[in-house]
T-cell receptor, first 117, second 114 residues
Framework: NAGVMQNPRHLVRRRGQEARLRCSPVKGHSHVYWYRQLPEEGLKFMVYLQKENIIDESGMPKERFSAEFPKEGPSILRIQQVVRGDSAAYFC???????????????FGAGSRLTVL | AQSVTQLDSHVSVSEGTPVLLRCNYSSSYSPSLFWYVQHPNKGLQLLLKYTSAATLVKGINGFEAEFKKSETSFHLTKPSAHMSDAAEYFCVVSGVEYGNKLVFGAGTILRVKS
């Protein structure tokens, strides 16, 4: 069991470029979550997806950010026209069950660290 | 209002001495509470979780935490620190009032001196 795999681990982009972060969940997990960690802060929820569906995107910025989890392949977090404030660590987690309550345990990846120059 | 507050951003202990990482939460209902640990360049690992069963929860690597409703606290302890415990620790709350999402504290960096 390879756990949650995220790539790239480090990504450098110039302002205005696009960033694509990929997340392959634990085998058999159909629920994926994206969190963002800004410097000196805890992780903040962004979006929760199941296969082909966005369940909760209440933490996603309204513009430039999008996420998908297709039937085949990894989940993708896409940031268009990046700005310096997008520099952060982006963590993906997956679970077998739905939601983040006590009965469900999320497995986190090692994160993708985005730096915007 | 802050959902979960980690009272210390940094804690430094000597190897072999006790560890105490403090966490207070706010919740109107019965929350689920977790402690995660993050080693440098690694993913977050679940140490332990409380889900309304026993109030004293034992986790991995000798860590435990006690849920105290009257104090709205969920402090993490370990009797004797090891060098390998040096990492960042996150207290996390979840529950119906949070849409069953995990809400993270700001983290506590634990330093272990030899």
């Amino acid at each position: 069991n390879a756990g949650v795999m995220q790539n790239p681990r480090h990504l450098v982009r110039r302002r205005g470029q696009e960033a694509r972060l990929r997340c392959s969940p634990v085998k058999g997990h159909s629920h994926v979550y994206w969190y963002r960690q800004l410097p000196e802060e805890g992780l903040k929820f962004m979006v929760y997806l199941q296969k082909e569906n966005i369940i909760d995107e209440s933490g996603m910025p309204k513009e430039r950010f999008s996420a998908e989890f297709p039937k085949e392949g990894p989940s993708i977090l896409r940031i268009q026209q990046v700005v310096r404030g997008d520099s952060a660590a982006y963590f993906c987690a997956s679970s077998e069950l739905a939601g983040g309550s006590g009965a469900n345990v999320l497995t986190f990846g090692a994160g993708s660290r985005l730096t915007v120059l | 209002a802050q959902s979960v507050t980690q009272l210390d951003s940094h804690v430094s202990v000597s190897e072999g001495t006790p560890v105490l990482l403090r966490c207070n939460y706010s919740s109107s209902y019965s929350p689920s509470l977790f402690w995660y640990v993050q080693h440098p360049n690694k993913g977050l690992q679940l140490l332990l979780k409380y889900t309304s069963a026993a109030t004293l929860v034992k986790g991995i690597n000798g860590f435990e935490a006690e849920f105290k409703k009257s104090e709205t606290s969920f402090h993490l302890t370990k009797p004797s620190a090891h060098m390998s415990d040096a990492a960042e620790y996150f207290c996390v709350v979840s529950g119906v009032e949070y849409g069953n999402k995990l809400v993270f504290g700001a983290g506590t960096i634990l330093r272990v001196k030899s």
